[in-house]
């Protein structure tokens, strides 16, 4: 099976501007759950989908919002974009998240607000 | 909300020596303790985990040891190799029954094996 694939892999972007990211999970897997990864605050839980329904969520302000697709894929966009979103970000995916906990995460795409 | 520690930020050892990794975590309806390793520039990679109706697992030279009372848990890795060094990520999650909530993840173990 071809594992969890992210789009872009690097993106540059300016303040105040927004940014789309894209994940597709691997085939079978229908929850999708986003992360940030920082230097200083490490790996923090952004949100998760299952079912296109955003089913659990973390403590980041509405600017980050996702969506699913009936496909299963996932979108997660960030408006007005701040220097500190820069981060590489990754989702992962897993059958359901429920009793099939395994997350397998993707390559990440690597944004740079300037 | 969950909050996960884990100790050393670095681990260096010999290479054959073992290594130890140890995390701490807050809430106790956490059900899901997975581990990371993480090499430079890729992506985290699920190596073993374990769930709170287990004590201990292993898989090679690689087990995790949970201690649900004491509320930690714990990477170990034996016969350590130079393919071993990389960042290892502990977490834990709850699955309350509406779907797995998001991993907590704890700061990272930077492993390094001297040859």
């Known amino acids: 099976k071809a594992g969890v694939t992210q789009t872009p892999r690097y993106l540059i972007k300016t303040r105040g501007q927004q940014v789309t990211l894209s994940c597709s999970p691997i085939s079978g897997h229908r929850s999708v759950s986003w992360y940030q990864q920082t230097p200083g605050q490490g790996l923090q839980f952004l949100f998760e989908?299952?079912?296109?329904?955003?089913?659990n969520k973390g403590n980041f302000p509405g600017r980050f919002s996702g969506r699913q697709f009936s496909n299963s894929r996932s979108e997660m966009n960030v408006s007005t974009l701040e220097l500190g979103d820069s981060a590489l970000y990754l989702c992962?995916?897993?059958?359901?998240?429920?009793?099939?906990?395994?997350?397998?995460f993707g390559p990440g795409t690597r944004l740079t607000v300037t | 909300g969950e909050n996960v520690e884990q100790h050393p930020s670095t681990l260096s050892v010999q290479e054959g020596d073992s290594a130890v990794i140890k995390c701490t975590y807050s809430?106790?309806?956490?059900?899901?303790f997975p581990w990371y390793k993480q090499e430079l520039g890729k992506r985290p990679q699920l190596i073993i985990d374990i769930r709170s109706n287990v004590g201990e697992k292993k898989d090679q030279r690689i087990a995790v040891t949970l201690n649900k009372t004491a509320k930690h848990f714990s990477l170990h890795i034996t016969e350590t190799q130079p393919e071993d060094s990389a960042v290892y990520f502990c977490?834990?999650?709850?699955?309350?029954?509406?779907?797995?909530?998001?991993?907590?993840f704890g700061k990272g173990t930077h492993l390094i094996i001297q040859p």
């Open positions: 989908y299952f079912s296109e329904t955003q089913r």
């Open positions: 992962a995916s897993s059958l359901t998240g429920q009793g099939d906990y395994e997350q397998y």
């Open positions: 977490a834990a999650s709850e699955d309350s029954g509406g779907g797995a909530d998001g991993l907590t």
């Open positions: 809430d106790s309806a956490s059900n899901y």
